[in-house]
């Protein structure tokens, strides 16, 4: 449903890293456009890490990928930690256990209502969801192997195309940008060409 009374922001990427560096628990609904153009995401938070997400037909890594591209959007987390809080952001916030500064920057928004100072070095959920941003697939074998397999499949010329532009450098986000197609139809043809054994994800 529409979040009608979500709260802006100008990079999706800075609510992703509040909530991890917080080590909060619950789910972020996202948002952007209006009518037919109309995108929405969700991202299910344990404890800072990110164990599911979901945008428009996208999940997993994919969707996290697509989503940390959003820049302008709207969101609300729900926290299922059960520890009461208080504050005006108290529907998006978690537990705090001590004060923290207020933002120092526009982007760091909610930073005063999400996160303990003491866990701002803390890398390890940052680390954790990176990989599926800036790795994209790779080959198994030789790509003269892989064209083979791909003609006995059957597969189509967009599947040649999308194999061939694989190079385990090139990102999710990347992929779709070369093909010029949408990423629910980028995604499917990866699937295609995962299920037969030619590529495979980092």
Request: glycine share 10%; with cysteine; net charge positive.
């Amino acid at each position: 449903m529409p979040l009608k009374r979500g709260t802006p922001t100008d990079q999706l990427t800075n609510v992703l890293q509040v909530i991890q560096l917080g080590r909060k628990t619950g789910q972020l609904s996202v948002e952007r456009g209006e009518g037919p153009q109309r995108e929405w995401g969700e991202v299910t938070f344990s404890n800072g890490h990110i164990t599911a997400a979901q945008s428009g037909q996208l999940d997993g890594q994919t969707a996290l990928a697509w989503l940390r591209t959003w820049g302008p959007c709207r969101f609300v987390f729900v926290s299922t930690q059960t520890d009461r809080i208080t504050g005006p952001m108290a529907h998006i916030s978690g537990p705090s256990s001590m004060p923290s500064p207020p933002p120092t920057s526009q982007s760091d928004f909610s930073a005063q209502h999400l996160t303990d100072p003491n866990q701002r070095a803390m890398t390890g959920p940052l680390k954790a969801v990176s990989s599926p941003v800036t790795q994209g697939p790779r080959r198994t074998s030789a790509a003269d192997a892989g064209l083979k397999r791909l003609t006995q499949a059957n597969l189509s010329r967009l599947h040649r195309h999308l194999y061939l532009l694989i190079d385990g450098n090139r990102s999710f986000i990347e992929l779709v940008r070369l093909m010029g197609r949408q990423p629910g139809e980028v995604q499917q043809i990866l699937q295609d060409l995962e299920n037969i054994g030619i590529i495979q994800f980092p």
